[in-house]
């Protein structure tokens, strides 16, 4: 009788007191997409940093296959779709199958269930990597119909650059900062200090940070914002979520640097990538409960790395490549990224462990 009554009680309270086991489960996943970064543009920043860095601090790292619906060499609309919507489509696709039909993104998916969200990117908020999260649309290059789809989206907190497509617009004279003020976001303009600091408003309020009027400048040319507003946006999204909260981050420009073959711009888009990892990194080992997912869209410009003693970055096109990217994750539910699979398996895996 005892006994039975001292088993009955260790099974009923030894997993809250025993369980020393981390949660299986995320409530926040934080994807950092560096866009253009393939294991050449990763050893190439290995080779500059004092070990252990920060992706090498990672536990589980996978390969993602980047092909799209229509060529084995995507481009950032078709990956960034197949990663936040979970489906193959053509190559300048934001958020539609290879039919043109419109997908929930995951940002869709964590919102309705009453999750925040939010993402911050060197490039312009209405490039297609951030967009792909938002937009559903045939064509990437519609700019001002994407801006007008974000400020539908009623995502959280974004940062990034492309002011212009807000107030000056082609299409009609709509003030879309102000649409967005009237949604009850506080918008902080570029004409304003750069890494306006986030924690002051008022949670209530959503946020917009324009980091530029047109494309944020180059790492190379002084842009400095990134690590400090990555981190200014995750403890935005901490303040306001109580039910989790989904953050994309992008390094945008990794990308445009592979693109004009020019290894000083690639080296310093890198190391701003690391210095953000670095920040993030710290930030999310705060807390148990916040997968982290590093990983690329695609290879950018077929580059390797010569040389004896230091390495020389060569690269071989002016385009992307073909090759598989590596997928970095820590935290909860960090092991299902391990193994070889394809770009949509991305959004498979976050909706099951988000439970969406
Ligand atoms: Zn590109």
Known sequence: MILSAVLGFWLAYAPIYFSEDPPEKPTNIILVICDGMGLSQIALAEYLTRPPSSLAQMEVVGLQKTHSANNLETDSAASGTAMSCGVKTFNAGLGVDADSQAVAS??????EKGM???FVVTSSVVHATPAAFYAHVYSRAA?????????ESGIDVFAGGGERYFVDRYADD????????????VVLTSDRTV??????????????????YEDPERASMGRKYFPD???????ALEKRADKGYFLMIEASQIDWAA????????????????????????KVREDENTLLIVTADHECGYMSLTGKRSPRVKFHTKVHSSQMVPVFATGPGAEEFLGIYEN?????????????
């Open 106 to 111: 995951i940002m869709d998916l964590a919102s």
């Open 116 to 118: 925040k969200t939010g």
């Open 143 to 151: 700019y001002e119909a994407i801006a007008a789809q974000l400020v």
């Open 174 to 185: 709509t003030n879309l900062l102000q649409v967005l003020e009237d949604r009850n976001y």
């Open 195 to 212: 890494g306006n600091n986030l924690k002051n408003i008022d949670p209530e309020h959503k946020i917009a940070l324009f980091t530029a």
């Open 229 to 235: 507003v990555a981190i200014q946006a995750i403890e």
């Open 259 to 282: 693109h004009a073959n020019s290894p000083e711009w690639l080296a310093l888009e890198m190391q701003d990538a690391y210095d953000m990892l670095d920040k993030v990194l710290e």
């Open 344 to 356: 949509t398996a991305i959004f498979d895996k976050m909706k099951k462990l988000l439970g969406l």
